[in-house]
Every structure is written in C-alpha cells, then in structure tokens.
C-alpha cells in the first residue's frame, strides 16, 4: 500500500496535484502515525517528505491531538470498565 502511494505521488507534492486534495486528508488521518506502531518510511522517501509537508501545514497542525490529550484520554477511558 505503501509503495501505492509513494508511486501516486509522482513529482507532485501532493497526491496527483499540486494542491492539497481529498486524497491528501484521507491519507493524512493515517500515514503520518505509521512511524510511531514501528512502520519504517525509510523506503518511501517521497511519502516521508510528503508526510512532512502536510504536518507543517498551519491547518494540519489545529486538527491534531496532543500527546498530553491523548493521555488524558486514556487515563479518563481506564476508569470506566468495558462491557464484554
């Protein structure tokens, strides 16, 4: 999947576009995570940069979560037990 979109980049900073598209968002909400579950970019240089310029987006940057709020969340979600 990987190689997929790293060839759907081509020469384009984004995904068959030289704005930001739908494509760009969808992928977004998942891509840039990779690296922190141990997925190696170190194949996917185009992915890698492409994964860096949508994180430097102002935008980009209001729409993530903390790792404090994220945290927070587990920490608030432990004390509630889950109903098998």
Same mark, same amino acid.
């Given at each position: 999947?990987? $190689? =997929? =979109?790293?060839?759907? &980049?081509? #020469?384009? /900073?984004?995904?068959?576009?030289?704005? &930001? $598209?739908? *494509? !760009?968002? @969808?992928?977004?909400?998942?891509?840039?995570?990779? /690296?922190?579950?141990?997925?190696?970019?170190? !194949?996917?240089?185009?992915?890698? *940069?492409?994964? #860096? +310029? &949508?994180?430097? +987006? *102002? $935008?980009?940057?209001?729409?993530?979560?903390?790792? #404090? @709020?994220?945290?927070?969340?587990?920490? +608030?979600?432990?004390? =509630?037990?889950?109903?098998?």
């Amino acid at each position: 999947m990987l $190689t =997929f =979109f790293e060839n759907l &980049l081509g #020469e384009h /900073p984004y995904f068959g576009s030289d704005r &930001l $598209t739908l *494509a !760009d968002i @969808v992928a977004g909400t998942v891509i840039p995570g990779l /690296p922190g579950i141990g997925v190696s970019m170190g !194949d996917y240089l185009k992915l890698s *940069a492409w994964s #860096e +310029r &949508l994180s430097k +987006r *102002a $935008t980009w940057q209001m729409t993530q979560t903390s790792p #404090e @709020v994220i945290e927070a969340y587990k920490s +608030r979600r432990q004390q =509630f037990p889950i109903a098998a």
